[in-house]
Each structure stands twice: as C-alpha cells, then as structure tokens.
C-alpha cells in the first residue's frame, strides 16, 4: 500500500461518504476508519465495503490517548481526516461534557499522536482537521464567513469545535505540524442521524408526526449535499495548502420554514398524499436556547484555489435525500428505536 490514511468519525453522516470515496478512490491506499460507535456511529453505513482489501475498521475512543498512540505505532500513518467528534448542538445545551472531553480533548489526543509518530519527518504528511462554520458564530441578514471571520461561537458545540480548531493551528505554529482546516456549511443527505432537521422532518413526515419547528423557522442555513462536502474534503486532503483554513458551502440559503414548505411538498407528491397534508404536521415549538440566527459561507476560496464547487442544485439533493430515507426503511426504523426514543421523548414531547 503506496499510504496509511486514517479516518476518525468514518462510521457517522459525513465520516461514512468520506471512507466510501477513499476507499474505492484510492485502492493503492489503507484506510483505517476509527470510530468509538456511539449512538451517532453506524457500521451499517458502510456495509458495501467489508470485502475491500484496503479498508480496516477500529473500535476506539479518541478520547483514550494510549490507545491513539499505540495505532500510530501499529500503523505508517501518513495522514488523518479527523471527522470524529459530538455533532448535535441540541444535544450539547443538554449535556457539554461529551462535547468537551471528545472534540477537544480527543483532537489533541490525535495532535500528540501524529506529533509524536511523525516528528523529525514531516515530508508527506497532514493533519486534516473537519470543523464547522459554527465557529464564527451568528450572521445578520447581510454578509458571508470568509476564512478570516473572527471566531465567535455561542454554543457548547461550536465553542468545542472552536477550540479545537485554535489547538490544531497552534499545533502548526508551534510544532510544525502539516496541518490544514475547512469549515463547512450544513450538510444533509443519506446517513445523517435523524436528530437532525432534515431526516428528523422526512421521518416525522412519513408516520404523519409533528414536524418540530423552533421558534418562528425564521433561521437561516447554508445546505450543502454530503457528497458534495466528501469531495472537497479528498481535494483539500490531496491539494489543499499546508497551514491553510478553506471555507465549503453550498450557496444555498434557505430559512428554515421554506425548507420545511419544500421537503413538504415533495413528500406529498412521494407518498401520494394530498398537496398540504404534510404542512399540516408544521408545529412551531419552543426555540434552541441561543439559537443563530444565520450562517452563510463564502466558499470562493476553496472555488478559486482547489477549482472545488457543488455539483447538485438543493432541489436534486433534496429529491434524493427524500428518496434515499423512503428506501432505506430499516435503517431508520433501526436507529429510531431504543435509546433514540428516550432522546425523542426528553427533547420535544417533555418540552
Ligand atoms: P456524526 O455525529 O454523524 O458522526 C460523528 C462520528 O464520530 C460518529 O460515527 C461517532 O461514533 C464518532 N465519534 C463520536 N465521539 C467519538 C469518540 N470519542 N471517539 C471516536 N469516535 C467518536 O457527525 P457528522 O455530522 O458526520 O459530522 C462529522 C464532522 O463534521 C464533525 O467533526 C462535525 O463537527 C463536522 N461538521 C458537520 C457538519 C454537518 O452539517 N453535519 C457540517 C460541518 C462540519
Ligand atoms: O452549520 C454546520 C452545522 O450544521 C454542523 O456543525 C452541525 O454538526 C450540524 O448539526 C448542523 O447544525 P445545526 O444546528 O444548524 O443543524 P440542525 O439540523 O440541528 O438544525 C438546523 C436548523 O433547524 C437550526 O436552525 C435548528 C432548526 N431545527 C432543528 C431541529 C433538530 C428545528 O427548527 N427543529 C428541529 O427539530
């Protein structure tokens, strides 16, 4: 094997499409995919690759240093796509400790490991560091986050991710290390845990649920397709400057209210209900304490370096991300069981 790439997180939403493309992109590579499986992890994600001869899967816990250290001595890793780490801002008002001691201890718990293994040879690797744009915080109704926003973050999530972006960059400054940062926009598409707004919606849709909208749905987000996302991580883990911060959106603004009226109106036409029936399920609930009120990236930078851009427009996107949750019932009704009720329950029926 010409590289030893390691894959943290790969067993999550954006994890699983980036092991999937490298894996079959790079057969001439190893990836090693390590993932704790929490309750967002999901092998099943990934099921199409348990033959190929390049991929290994590891169960373990960033937040454990020995044992990232001992697979950096079991393994010539040359280079980390660090994705790992608690994604749901919801869940980080509820309980930050997790987010804490996983994105940002477990990011420098990585850090040392590469340091360590990679010390006085540096040619050839990167630390790859996936962040958010959550980091600069809360926009008006005017401007864009270009790479140089000033870090705001206003959640225990973003404030998380925000720090270990900080540790990353002074790992470059301070040590040397090969590092390199993109923050990007929100995602969606198949995979993603239905805690999150859009399969949250299409699931509640379909079982003809409340669809849980916080405050007045006046919230604005930058969407941008997984696979989207997946690609520009390969080209700024192959091309993208060492020590450089790229921003990736999807120049796709939407409140969240509209959104909600579209992935309504194809759900309609999906399950061949009457046009309305599924806006009917709108329920406006009590807003995310500290909610933001908008985020768009400026995306030029990785467009004009990297020649990166979205290849899908939002209502493609959408129309296969409903499509892909309609066809994968198991894998919903799977996650949606067990302890992801009790979650369900605490966050919005309690409410
Ligand atoms: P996800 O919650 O779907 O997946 C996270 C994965 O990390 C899971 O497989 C989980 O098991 C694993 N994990 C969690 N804690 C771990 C630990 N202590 N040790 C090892 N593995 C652990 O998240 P996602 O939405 O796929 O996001 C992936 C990354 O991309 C995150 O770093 C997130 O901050 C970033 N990001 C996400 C979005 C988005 O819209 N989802 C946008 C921008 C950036
Ligand atoms: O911007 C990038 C970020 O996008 C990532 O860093 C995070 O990991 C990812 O979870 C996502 O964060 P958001 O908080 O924007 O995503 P979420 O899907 O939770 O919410 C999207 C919007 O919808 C937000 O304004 C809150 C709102 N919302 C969310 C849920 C779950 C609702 O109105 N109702 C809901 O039930």
């Not at 980390?80 to 801002?89: K, T, W």
Request: glycine letters at 8%.
């Amino acid at each position: 094997m010409k590289k030893t790439i390691l894959i943290t997180g790969g067993a999550g939403f954006i994890g699983s499409h980036v092991v999937r493309l490298f894996v079959n992109k790079y057969p001439d590579c190893h990836i090693i995919n390590l993932d704790a499986l929490t309750y967002a992890g999901n092998l099943e994600n990934l099921t199409d690759l348990d033959q190929s001869p390049n991929y290994t899967f590891v169960k373990a816990d960033i937040r454990d240093a020995e044992v990232i250290d001992a697979l950096f001595e079991k393994y010539p890793i040359t280079g980390v796509c660090h994705l790992a780490a608690e994604s749901h801002v919801d869940r980080s008002i509820a309980e930050p400790m997790a987010f804490i001691t996983t994105n940002i201890i477990g990011t420098v718990n990585l850090l040392n490991a590469a340091r360590k293994a990679w010390t006085g040879n540096f040619e050839g690797k990167r630390f790859y560091h996936i962040s958010t744009d959550e980091v600069y915080g809360s926009l008006g109704s005017e401007g864009f986050f270009v790479e140089t926003t000033s870090y705001d973050p206003r959640s225990p999530y973003s404030a998380s991710k925000a720090s270990s972006d900080h540790l990353v960059r002074a790992y470059h400054h301070t040590y040397g290390l090969p590092i390199v940062i993109t923050n990007c926009s929100n995602n969606y598409g198949p995979n993603q845990f239905p805690e999150k707004l859009i399969p949250l919606a299409i699931n509640n849709i379909k079982y003809m649920k409340p669809i849980p909208v916080y405050g007045k749905g006046e919230n604005i987000r930058d969407w941008l397709y997984v696979v989207d996302h997946a690609r520009a991580i390969d080209m700024v883990f192959h091309d993208g400057k060492i020590g450089e911060t790229y921003n990736i959106g999807g120049f796709n603004e939407w409140t969240n209210i509209s959104l909600i009226h579209t992935l309504c109106e194809i759900m309609d036409r999906k399950m061949n209900r009457a046009p309305g029936t599924s806006a009917s399920l709108i329920t406006y609930v009590k807003d995310r304490a500290g909610h933001d009120l908008r985020y768009a990236i400026d995306a030029t930078k990785i467009q004009r370096e990297l020649g990166w851009e979205p290849s899908l427009q939002f209502a493609e996107g959408l129309e296969k991300t409903v499509e892909w949750y309609l066809d994968n019932e198991e894998w919903m009704t799977r996650i949606t069981t067990g302890k992801y009720q009790e979650y369900y329950e605490g966050q919005y029926v309690k409410r």
